[in-house]
T-cell receptor, first 114, second 114 residues
Framework: GESVGLHLPTLSVQEGDNSIINCAYSNSASDYFIWYKQESGKGPQFIIDIRSNMDKRQGQRVTVLLNKTVKHLSLQIAATQPGDSAVYFCAEGGNGGSQGNLIFGKGTKLSVKP | DTGVSQDPRHKITKRGQNVTFRCDPISEHNRLYWYRQTLGQGPEFLTYFQNEAQLEKSRLLSDRFSAERPKGSFSTLEIQRTEQGDSAMYLC????????????FGQGTRLTVV
């Protein structure tokens, strides 16, 4: 079946460096894509989203890029900080529905070295 | 309002017992979602409500699982005759019924079936 997945299960970066987390998706009908951050013992926390009619969206220290041609999504974190250490999930939703019924990928664990 | 609240945070039960979890969404949110997350995986959608109506159920939601939202506010998720494979984190999220509104997750209920 169609699914959302991630290229790398773990990513280790030095504090202050930029981080790039990648995600591949296969459902071309998805309307939007979301990045979540999940710290140990907590629920997922919304970071940023992007709709399918966009290719880039920026937030505070984060940028999401969407390449529909190759069905690829990435999250860029600028000046990575120790507090960014967490598991990052991409998720997709479709058909104009609410963001709640989503398909999540497996996650990438980001470790930030001081 | 302090966000989505779930109770209990942890539950250990013997196989075959019934368990019930509660979720209190953000007060003005009319959509409520249940997800299940196993270790190392992303959350998997189970079901969602708009007000008191259960609008969608995943095939993951077996006959032993039932969710209710009787007054369109808090929701309960009951698992009957628990099995070891039910051990997981059960996450609740809520949102407004608007495709541009993010879903906020609670901290989850960790279920361990022994």
């Amino acid at each position: 079946g169609e699914s959302v997945g991630l290229h790398l299960p773990t990513l280790s970066v030095q504090e202050g460096d930029n981080s790039i987390i990648n995600c591949a998706y296969s459902n071309s009908a998805s309307d939007y894509f979301i990045w979540y951050k999940q710290e140990s013992g907590k629920g997922p926390q919304f970071i940023i989203d992007i709709r399918s009619n966009m290719d880039k969206r920026q937030g505070q220290r984060v940028t999401v890029l969407l390449n529909k041609t190759v069905k690829h999504l990435s999250l860029q974190i600028a000046a990575t900080q120790p507090g960014d250490s967490a598991v990052y999930f991409c998720a997709e939703g479709g058909n104009g529905g609410s963001q709640g019924n989503l398909i999540f990928g497996k996650g990438t664990k980001l470790s930030v070295k001081p | 309002d302090t966000g989505v609240s779930q109770d209990p945070r942890h539950k250990i039960t013997k196989r075959g017992q019934n368990v019930t979890f509660r979720c209190d969404p953000i007060s003005e949110h009319n959509r409520l979602y249940w997800y299940r997350q196993t270790l190392g995986q992303g959350p998997e959608f189970l079901t969602y409500f708009q007000n008191e109506a259960q609008l969608e159920k995943s095939r993951l939601l077996s006959d032993r699982f039932s969710a209710e939202r009787p007054k369109g506010s808090f929701s309960t998720l009951e698992i009957q005759r628990t099995e070891q494979g039910d051990s997981a984190m059960y996450l609740c999220a809520s949102s407004l019924a608007d495709s541009d509104t993010e879903a906020f997750f609670g901290q989850g209920t960790r279920l361990t079936v022994v």
